[in-house]
């Protein structure tokens, strides 16, 4: 027998009595035992909104049932209560979704399982929580040999280990990677170390916003494996010395603006790469140049890892999302969305056409200037292997800046791609070690 979980939700009609005539209908199934059933929770529809709300729930079974048996006969209970083909994210009188068949890592052309979405979706997490805490259990390592012990557990079940440093204060930003190194990996660890290496002696480090209690429930809702949240001492222990330098790539952009920052960076990313000794590791396309330098430092220093670079996530008015967002006034917070919107009317100008960068730049630096007391360390375009500054648009550049907003740095990018008779701008959602983005 298998153990499976099933979702299952309902917005057309009578939602509970729709779950209801599901659930009974599994059950008289031969071969399936259901051993539990979560709460319903009520929740708002995602994607097309113009819709009743959902009610959602989970359902844990074992079955004899080959996986694409169980869903074949899923199909036929939507079937029987009523369901039609609607559009994508459209209202449906049932829903019924195989989210986790044992350990069975399972991808045709109609079933993928882990199901591809679960971990992005609220709405499933938390009733697969009611029959399934055991999902949902995660460690608090709080030193570097109970953290090597725990890899060597994970390595000895011959489990794949996705890894997500952070410095903590966690937003959707970051439980993106959460998510991505869910879908591809056994076992995930995420790190929270601020960092005091990489910030400079008039820098925030004291200051910058810490709440574990907060970011552990978030990734308790996530569900990863453990959290490594080591302290300074244990990190740079007295009479520590040793620094990992990356030379070029490190000294434009932020790096000019920051002496030192990405020495920190690529130290503590290279000691902690040492400690988890991750397959994968995931990083934002927020911090492009950053990225970079891990990437760098994999292939110089012959690290056996992937990294992959996940996509901006952005407020609904376009803002990245930061932990240093917190530092925002109301009108400061207002102003910012200034960055956003001009890398994206710089993006439009490319695809009209627009080959001459101090034009773009230019054009950029007027629309930030208009909010009289930004002020800007850097608007730039450049290689997006070398970091160099281009002249003109001759295949994929990034756009990057860094601006402040009172006491508050923010920095943002954009990526786009112009070629003789091609499509002239596009976003890449990032790259892996090895590979051009």
């Known amino acids: 027998m298998v153990i499976c979980f099933i979702g299952i939700g309902s917005n057309l009609g009578n939602r509970e009595k729709n779950i209801e005539k599901a659930i009974a209908k599994l059950r008289k199934i031969k071969n399936i035992k259901i051993e539990k059933v979560s709460r319903l929770y009520r929740t708002r529809p995602e994607g097309y909104i113009r819709q009743n709300d959902f009610l959602n729930g989970a359902i844990r079974l074992q079955t004899n049932l080959e996986a694409g048996e ?30 986790i068949y044992g350990n069975q890592r399972i991808k045709t052309k109609d079933l993928a399982i882990p199901h591809p979405r679960m971990y992005a979706r609220d709405f499933v997490l938390t009733p697969l929580a009611d029959v399934a805490p055991e999902l949902f259990k995660h460690k608090i390592i709080r030193t570097i040999s109970a953290m090597r012990a725990f890899i060597k557990l994970l390595r000895a079940e011959n489990k794949t280990i996705g890894f997500v440093p952070t410095m903590g204060y966690l937003h959707q930003g970051h439980l993106s990677l959460v998510r991505a190194a869910k879908k591809d990996c056994d076992k995930v660890v995420v790190s929270i170390f601020v960092n005091p290496a990489q910030f400079g002696s008039k820098e925030d480090f004291r200051r910058y916003p810490r709440d574990l209690k907060r970011d552990e429930k978030l990734l308790k809702q996530i569900g990863v494996d453990a959290i490594f949240y080591p302290g300074v001492k244990a990190v740079y222990p007295k009479g520590y010395l040793t620094y990992v330098s990356v030379e070029k790539i490190t000294e434009r952009l932020c790096g000019k603006y920051r002496p030192g920052h990405f020495r920190g960076v690529a130290t503590i990313v290279t000691k902690l790469f040492n400690i988890v000794q991750p397959d994968t590791a995931y990083f934002g396309q927020k911090d492009f140049q950053q990225a970079r330098v ?59 056409g627009e080959r001459v960068v101090k034009v773009i730049i230019r054009n950029i630096t007027k629309e930030i200037k208009k909010i009289a007391y930004a002020r800007i360390d850097y608007v730039e375009m450049a290689d997006t292997e070398t970091l160099e500054k281009v002249d003109k648009i001759n295949g994929e550049v990034v756009i990057a800046l860094a601006v402040w907003f009172g006491k508050t740095r923010l920095i943002d990018n954009i990526l786009v791609m112009a070629k003789p008779n091609c499509r002239l701008a596009r976003l890449r959602s990032g790259g892996q070690a090895g590979i051009k983005w």
């Open 70 to 99: 169980l869903l074949t006969h899923l199909k036929k209970i939507e079937k029987d209560l009523g369901r039609y083909e609607t559009f994508r994210f459209g209202p449906r009188i049932i829903d019924l979704d195989i989210l």
């Open 294 to 352: 891990i990437e760098k430092i994999i292939s110089d220093l012959n690290i056996p890892l992937k990294v992959k670079v996940v996509p901006i996530v952005r407020e609904p008015d376009g803002l990245a999302m930061s932990s240093r967002n917190v530092y925002l006034s109301p009108q400061e917070r207002k102003d910012a969305v200034v960055l956003y919107r001009s890398l994206r009317n710089a993006e439009a100008s490319v695809k009209r």
